[in-house]
């Protein structure tokens, strides 16, 4: 998936997986759904106008993005969840990463980080979002 952390730079799950001083300490990600990209808000370049923080997604738009949104679709289509709950999910399911950090701007979306905190996934999901981000 992606994440960013506190020098902004964005990291990927391989270097998260190449871990030293991290696997000891855990790391906290922030912006754990890409700016909504995630959520499956953005999948083509109209959907950036969609919201003020579209234009941040663009630079997921790319083929590796679009392959991650597709195994999130699987997953959630497959769990009956939505894809920001898989992608949460994922994340909690990492064992690097301690937490991660994720806002909302509805009750709704509120919910889904809620829900996501409770959703686990089988190995063979988790395989395939492993897959899909690589």
Sequence with gaps: MF???????????????????AEELGVIGY??????FLTGKYRVEADLAKS??????????DDRGKRILAALDDAAKKLAVTPAQVAIAWLIARPSVAAPIASATSVEQLHDLVNAARLQLDAETIAA???ASA
């Design 3 to 21: 994440g960013t952390f506190s020098s902004g730079r964005n990291r990927t799950v391989a270097e998260w997986e190449r871990r030293t001083l």
């Design 129 to 131: 979002l492993d897959r």
């Design 31 to 36: 912006y754990a759904l890409a700016g909504g």
């Design 52 to 61: 003020p923080r579209g234009g941040g997604a663009a630079k997921y738009l």
